[in-house]
């Protein structure tokens, strides 16, 4: 058996990820590839180390139930860690100003020249930024998270809210 150095963070990550399709529902072929992407990238990489629950890895189901986002986190043997519900009223303003910078973002790549577009990216990776570190806002105190595996949890967040 392989042990880690202590203070070592190497088995404190996600190793699947999984939708509560009852709460989210389908959407179009380019919506639930785009949530594939951000499933994909999250598991790739990921600090992820929830209060008390010893070592990972972990596994993450995530949900919407009511105005709560759910995160389910279980260790991979599947035996519950701990259910976390996050209001998601903090992220509703941030979420649809970061919709509406796709969108100008998506339509600038038609037709406008370099620098609007790399002004209107700067803009959408800011609001981004920003609902990264609401997110660690919310699980402090719950779920230990870096930076990046913030940002990857927001894209996911967002891509659930994103109906199409």
């Not at 919709?99 to 700067?122: G, L």
């Amino acid at each position: 058996m392989k042990t880690s150095p202590p203070g070592d963070d190497t088995e404190n990550r996600i190793v699947a990820v999984t939708l509560d399709e009852e709460s989210i529902g389908r959407s179009g072929p380019d919506i639930e590839h785009e949530r594939a992407i951000a499933i994909y990238d999250l598991v790739e990489k990921n600090l992820f180390a929830p209060g008390g629950a010893g070592k990972g890895p972990f596994t993450l189901h995530i949900g919407i139930t009511g105005n709560r986002l759910m995160f389910d986190i279980r260790h991979e043997d599947a035996s519950q860690v701990v259910v976390h519900l996050l209001s998601l009223t903090p992220f509703r303003r941030i979420v649809k100003d970061y919709f509406m910078i796709c969108d100008s973002y998506y339509q600038a790549i038609r037709t406008a020249t370099p620098d609007k577009i790399e002004a209107i990216d700067m803009g959408r990776r800011g609001i981004h930024d920003e609902g990264s570190r609401t997110l660690m806002e919310r699980l402090d105190g719950k779920v230990r998270v870096d930076f990046e595996t913030a940002r990857r949890l927001f894209t996911l967040i967002s891509v659930l809210h994103w109906k199409g």
